[in-house]
């Protein structure tokens, strides 16, 4: 077997596996690792000051709502049209817009458009792009651009066969007894190429005596008989005798072309390619379109002026070979340390299955190598020059740095703002995941492509939106982009308008939704995008705190491998957490100050190491990495190993002498007083005790979770009752939850996301440092309490018998709905009180109901909205009313209620209104009831009552499935239909308040 170059200078000084931030610069036209972009911090409010984020709670700006995907049928659009979907988008509250061309609908039904005169990157695109930036400026909106059409990023300048295209390995194998001769052209790739890749490249011819069998399809090779027959091909054939005791498999690779388009393309005239993403020949090729056929001056002008994002979807690089680059085994050499040819057949993948292997170890450790290569690639060929251009145009750049197996938490730590997926993460860890690395490089903003769901186009109801974004704002993400906008109109397409999924997508109903003006929802937006705008205004403030960092060995993404000790014993109880990569621990934020790594920043207090979950549970470490590990320990950090890290072995293929000196500083990091060592996972909480670590939240076991943020000395905390993954059934969850506090004499604030609302906490006591607060939230919802300095002498309780507690000015107010004696005790007494009367609850079964029956009209974009009345005695949803069935649109619920001429000041009510399908407002003698948590159908009336005859209306808006499966029976009539209205029960529920003196 030929050994790899064991080049001593490469294995000692580190070169190996080592990140970009210990280095102090990249490639040409790159800024420094680490240097925060001419973008960073724009649309985002990282270092706004607590009291500021209180004051502008109210009305939060478009700097921190959320956005919208939004879809274009390439450049076939009116830039009038375009101005007035800018238009819809600012007067309903959101903050961004992505352009993005997506087309996949077209496609399906085999509608084309002029792409010589409409494609993507044409002077309509162009003209389309200048509309939108120049109407948002004026709303002070974002815009972003994705930087190809579709996805992954491609031009149209670029064929299969250039370098800069998207490049594969393809090998051909044929078997070869031992001792005889092959006398014949080399094998012909077992995958074919693409029709419209011509050209191939000989990288090497191999020849390796096999073992045994297939094992589930995989070969497997003797190393040690490696033979390199590749300056032996002449003219394209190969003669060659196999020594004794085969068989042997001859294998030769070629380079070609991978032909990969963009997703659901053609696009553009001539057809757009996809590019390296992992050399400078491919994103140069981006670049340069972009320089000499998109931009002009005015183009330069609005783009700087707008400061948007250049955007990339995940890196979905799609092949039937094995991903390649035509500098590969070059790139490997220098990063990795040694020859990839003796082991390139370990990488070989047909269809992303391996074909070959050697012994366990070697393979793994081989394609850890490879794949961290191709990471490294990815980042300093592809995202780093990509940013760089962005800069230079006054943007940033947003990706979702995904879908390989690269490292993706060192990506998220580079670019301006890493971008997750609520339809491709698989639970909350994955957002966690990339969430550790905005947080240690010290960026702000962690996005994500949010609420799409396969199948649930027009379906997709608020209420499982809701529970979806508080679940993943819990785990880290403040900026969602939401999936998606549609532009109203292309050729061919039917009522509602054009939709990158709908109707078709795969021969299915296309992935949801698409908002806008054209679902009935769409009548209540605001008040979902104020809700967003100031839940994200708060997770965009100041500096997340986390109790533990797990260190992984990998940085693969959306993979739903997390820390399961986390999910299922520490989180339930108040623990939070995040991932590190070894990357990561270069950047400058990665220092221990009191024991806390990152103190300026996420403030760790321990940091947790456990086996590569990726590859069979193996304690694997860099040296480089248990370098760094062990200046961290020795600087002060807690350490607590997982597991026996007595036998750990090096990531990749151990170079000489590495394993000893692996071996040897883990011990050195193990003898230290703070690290301690435990067999099970089930034993953390054991460790974390003796090194003397609490959570800075602590309640009883349940489905609870916190994001802690600290600006200035205000503790902001987002509480969720939150799905760890998307299947996980919840319950409501009423429980006392310990909060830590910057200042000791901090008091609790209730921050009313959907009102704006800023209220003390009424009822709360203080330990220590921790304030407890009870929290009561139905499955998905949040809640958020700032922990402040007190706006002077406000008054609190400690307890209470029963009932309710609010502040009113310098006094405690009761609420009960029932009548009795009620205790309340404060820090100075214990008062009694007592409540005569509470009126019994009333049943509101009674209703009139006119419902906008919404329609297709004259056109594809048209909507005709004729009422229906009805009368019910009793409440069922449409599809179950004679006439409603297939009824989608905007109902309004009316009726009449006699509260007496002995009600007064003193009595309230809420009113319970059960089921309500979809979103929903209330009307009270003619005044409209502040906004209304979706997932919460109780709402307070206070104030809004009067004695003698009291008018309640509901309004509830639908989405529009119940009715396409009547205007597009072929593709939606399968859909069920949904339950749709006010579905009840509804009641009046009287309570009584009395005064309590402070």
């Not at 490049?167 to 044929?174: F, V």
């Not at 060659?240 to 070629?254: F, I, Q, S, Y």
């Not at 309490?785 to 006094?811: D, F, I, K, M, N």
Request: hydrophobic share 40%; net charge negative.
């Amino acid at each position: 077997m030929q050994q790899p170059d064991q080049s001593p200078d490469l294995a000692a000084s580190g070169i190996r596996r080592r990140s970009l931030f210990g280095a102090a610069a990249v490639t040409a036209g790159v800024v420094v690792a680490g240097q925060a972009p001419a973008t960073a911090g724009r649309g985002t409010s990282g270092h706004a000051r607590g009291r500021d984020v209180l004051r502008g709670f109210q009305r939060p700006g478009p700097e921190t709502a959320a956005g919208f995907r939004w879809w274009w049928p390439h450049g076939a659009v009116d830039p009038k049209e375009i101005a007035r979907e800018v238009d819809q988008v600012a007067a309903a509250g959101f903050g961004a817009l992505e352009i993005a061309d997506v087309t996949h609908s077209l496609a399906a039904r085999g509608i084309t458009i002029d792409l010589e005169k409409h494609g993507w990157g044409t002077a309509s695109w162009v003209a389309g792009v200048k509309a939108a930036l120049d109407r948002a400026a004026r709303h002070g909106i974002r815009v972003d651009i994705t930087i190809g059409p579709s996805w992954p990023a491609a031009v149209p300048t670029v064929t299969p066969d250039d370098e800069a295209a998207c490049s594969e390995l393809a090998h051909g194998q044929a078997v070869v007894a031992g001792g005889s001769t092959y006398d014949a052209a080399l094998p012909d790739p077992v995958v074919a190429p693409e029709s419209e890749s011509a050209d191939r490249h000989l990288v090497a011819v191999q020849a390796f005596r096999t073992v045994g069998e297939p094992v589930k399809a995989v070969q497997t090779l003797d190393p040690s008989s490696y033979v390199d027959l590749t300056a032996t091909v002449v003219g394209g054939r190969i003669t060659w005798t196999a020594p004794e005791g085969g068989p042997w498999v001859l294998l030769a690779h070629w380079r070609r072309g991978s032909g990969q388009e963009p997703e659901a393309g053609p696009h553009t005239s001539p057809r757009s390619y996809v590019v390296d993403h992992f050399s400078a020949a491919g994103s140069g090729a981006v670049i340069d379109f972009w320089k000499h056929r998109i931009l002009d001056s005015s183009l330069r002008r609005l783009l700087a002026k707008a400061g948007g994002y250049l955007f990339e979807d995940s890196l979905e690089i799609e092949t039937d070979a094995t991903i390649w680059t035509p500098r590969m085994l070059e790139e490997f050499r220098r990063r990795a340390g040694y020859d990839l040819l003796p082991y390139l057949p370990v990488v070989v993948e047909v269809k992303e299955k391996y074909v070959f292997a050697y012994d366990a170890v070697t393979t793994t450790r081989v394609r850890d190598d490879f794949n961290q290569v191709l990471s490294d690639l990815y980042r300093d060929h592809h995202l780093l020059p990509v940013q760089g251009f962005a800069r230079s145009l006054g943007m940033g750049l947003r990706v979702q740095p995904y879908g390989l197996e690269t490292d993706t938490v060192e990506h998220a730590a580079l670019i301006d703002v890493p971008e997750t997926e609520s339809l491709g993460f698989k639970n909350l860890d994955d957002y966690r995941v990339m969430a550790g690395g905005r947080d240690l490089a010290g960026h702000t903003v962690l996005s994500c492509e949010a609420i799409c769901y396969v199948g649930a186009a027009y379906q997709t109801t608020w209420d499982r939106a809701l529970q979806t974004l508080n679940s993943i704002y819990a785990a880290g993400v403040n900026m969602a982009m939401i999936h998606g906008f549609a532009y109203a109109d292309a050729p061919g397409v039917t009522w509602p308008g054009f939709a990158a999924f709908s109707p078709y997508y795969n021969g299915a109903v296309g992935y949801g939704d698409a908002w806008g003006p054209r679902t009935p929802q769409w009548r209540h937006i605001r008040d979902l995008s104020d809700y967003l705008a100031r839940t994200q205004l708060v997770l965009q403030t100041g500096t997340p705190r986390y109790d533990i960092v797990f260190l992984r060995q990998k940085g693969w993404a959306s993979t739903g491998i997390g820390a399961p000790w986390a999910t299922n014993n520490g989180i339930p109880v108040g623990w939070t957490h995040s991932f590190a990569t070894p990357a990561l621990l270069d950047l400058p934020r990665a220092k221990v100050r009191r024991g806390r790594l990152a103190p300026d920043g996420p403030a760790y207090k321990v940091m947790i190491i456990g086996p590569d979950q990726f590859r069979g549970a193996e304690r694997t470490m860099a040296v480089s990495t248990a370098e760094r590990v062990l200046e961290l320990g020795r600087a002060g950090l807690p350490i607590v190993f997982l597991g026996d890290w007595s036998a750990a072995e090096p990531v990749g293929l151990a170079q000489p002498g590495e394993t000893d000196r692996l071996r040897a500083l883990v011990a050195q990091i193990r003898a230290l007083s703070t690290t301690r060592t435990v067999a099970v996972d089930t034993e953390i909480p054991v460790a974390l005790a003796d090194l003397g670590i609490t959570p800075d939240v602590r309640h009883d076991s349940s489905t609870v979770q916190t994001v802690r943020r600290v600006t200035d000395d205000v503790d902001l905390y987002y509480v969720a009752n939150a799905k760890h993954a998307e299947n996980r059934k919840l319950v409501r969850v009423t429980q006392d939850v310990w909060l830590t506090a910057t200042r000791g004499d901090a008091v609790p604030y209730l921050l009313d996301a959907w009102t704006g609302e800023t209220t003390p906490v009424a009822l709360w006591e203080r330990k220590g440092d921790q304030v407890r607060v009870t929290v009561d939230l139905l499955p998905g919802q949040s809640t958020i309490v700032a922990l402040a300095r007190p706006h002077g002498r406000t008054p609190s309780a400690t307890a209470v018998s029963g009932g309710s507690l609010r502040v009113l000015g310098q006094s405690l107010v009761l609420r009960a709905s029932t009548a009795g004696d009620y205790t309340v005790t404060t820090p100075r007494r214990t008062t009694t009180t007592s409540v005569g009367r509470v009126r019994e609850p009333i049943a509101l079964a009674s209703w009139d109901l006119a419902v906008e029956d919404w329609q297709p009209g004259a056109t594809a974009t048209d909507t005709v909205r004729p009422v229906r009345r009805v009368h019910l005695d009793a409440l069922l949803p449409w599809s179950q009313v004679p006439g409603l069935e297939d009824v989608s649109g905007v109902g309004v619920y009316s009726t009449t209620v006699d509260l007496g001429r002995d009600w007064t000041a003193a009595d309230g009510a809420v009113l319970e209104l059960g089921e309500v399908n979809d979103t929903y407002r209330v009307r009270v003698n003619g005044r409209q009831v502040a906004p209304c948590d979706v997932l919460d159908t109780t709402v307070d009336l206070s104030g809004l009552l009067r004695r003698g005859r009291n008018q309640i209306e509901v309004e509830v808006a639908t989405t529009l499935i119940n009715r396409l499966r009547t205007v597009t029976p072929a593709v939606y009539g399968p859909v069920p239909r949904q339950a749709y209205g006010l579905v009840g029960p509804v009641r009046l529920v009287p309570y009584a308040e009395k005064t309590i003196s402070r």
